[in-house]
């Protein structure tokens, strides 16, 4: 499996999980409202989104009136029996949080003929409710309400209110729709975005400082070659001369046998080329075309540049600073102010030479 399979794969189920996890945290509210007298022939109606629908609850409306468990609040027992007056069929259970499991109690009154169980908080936690979770009891609608709206409607139950309830599914509820995720969220994205900031300036000014290194390399380079240059011997061949006598004698960059009034350059190594042919190629290569002889080193030019630079001072630099961080990297501004590109020219020991650089330059 390669690389980027597996990489693909990692991230999927880190995505699935994601989706899982998310799924798990999503919750509905319930909309609960409330009907009953007044006592006074007046109707009293209340309405509030003040239920959760029990995790493993049916997604559905529910009617019926408030029916309370005889004896214990909290209807743990499994032969719990409700005060209801057999006249009403649709009725729902409301009962108290605590002493068994959430399933425990809705199967009692599911097995009672229960439409819908209403559990609410324990004493002390005002209106505050849970998340329900009741996996051994499903397919009937559960919901969970405060402690102190369960209280008030057991009070008026009690009293022998008849008391009506229309429980309606409200609205999800998940953590992409929270405001802490949404800051959560926010910051993540900030975070991202600098950091993808900070790498991108810092690979920029990495990039930038080997260009200018490369360049700055290239023109010393360049510049002791010609130095070096100018101090290999030159000749005019005459007509005598013993390269001039037979056409074995060529030179190796143009192919061509040396005639009486070419100008020659000597190499360090004794080859001989045309002055012509092989001061380009040397600007280029340093070396001897036949024998890769190294003239920079044979005339111990490169030494001499690394003994001047280190006499010199370190270059002024810029410190580039991402926002809080410590100092990232260090760019040279700019090279460091030259002299005068003419005077940079090679200063050519042999005169002959002197007078063609010259010539260059006009
Ligand atoms: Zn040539
Ligand atoms: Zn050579």
Request: charge should be neutral; include cysteine.
């Amino acid at each position: 499996m390669g690389k980027k399979t597996q990489r693909s794969l990692l991230l999927l189920l880190c995505l699935s999980g994601l989706a899982r996890c998310s799924a798990s945290f999503l919750f509905w509210t319930a909309v609960v409202e409330l009907t009953y007298s007044d006592g006074k022939n007046g109707t009293v109606d209340k309405y509030c989104q003040c239920g959760v629908y029990g995790r493993n609850s049916l997604l559905v409306k529910a009617e019926g009136v408030v029916t309370l468990p005889k004896g214990d609040p909290m209807g743990c027992s499994s032969g719990t029996v409700y005060n209801r007056n057999s006249s009403n069929p649709p009725w729902i259970a409301l009962v108290k949080r605590g002493n068994c499991t959430f399933s425990e109690k809705i199967n009692a009154a599911k097995r009672q003929g229960a439409d819908a169980v209403v559990v609410y908080n324990m004493d002390g936690s005002g209106n505050s409710t849970t998340h329900m979770g009741h996996w051994d009891a499903a397919d009937i609608v559960a919901i969970m309400v405060g402690n102190s709206q369960g209280l008030e409607i057991v009070r008026l139950v009690s009293n022998g209110t008849e008391v009506m309830m229309q429980i309606d599914v409200g609205s999800p509820h998940g953590p992409w729709m929270d405001t802490y995720w949404l800051y959560f969220l926010s910051i993540a994205f900030f975070i991202v975005t600098a950091a993808s900031i900070a790498y991108f300036v810092f690979i920029s000014a990495n990039r930038l400082y080997s260009l200018n290194a490369h360049r700055r390399a290239d023109r010393r380079l360049k510049s002791e070659a010609k130095r070096a240059i100018g101090r290999l011997q030159v000749r005019k061949l005459k007509a005598s001369d013993e390269e001039t006598a037979s056409d074995s004698h060529v030179c190796a960059v143009c192919i061509e046998s040396y005639k009486a009034g070419d100008v020659v350059t000597v190499l360090t190594c004794d080859h001989i080329f045309h002055k012509a042919c092989i001061e380009p190629w040397l600007l280029e290569r340093r070396t001897c075309p036949m024998c890769k002889c190294d003239i920079l080193k044979a005339l111990g030019v490169d030494e001499e540049t690394k003994g001047s630079l280190s006499a010199e001072s370190p270059p002024e630099v810029t410190v580039i600073t991402v926002a809080g961080g410590e100092p990232m990297y260090e760019v040279p501004l700019a090279d460091r102010p030259g002299p005068d590109p003419d005077s940079l020219q090679h200063h050519y020991d042999n005169r002959a030479f002197e007078e063609d650089s010259a010539a260059g330059r006009r």
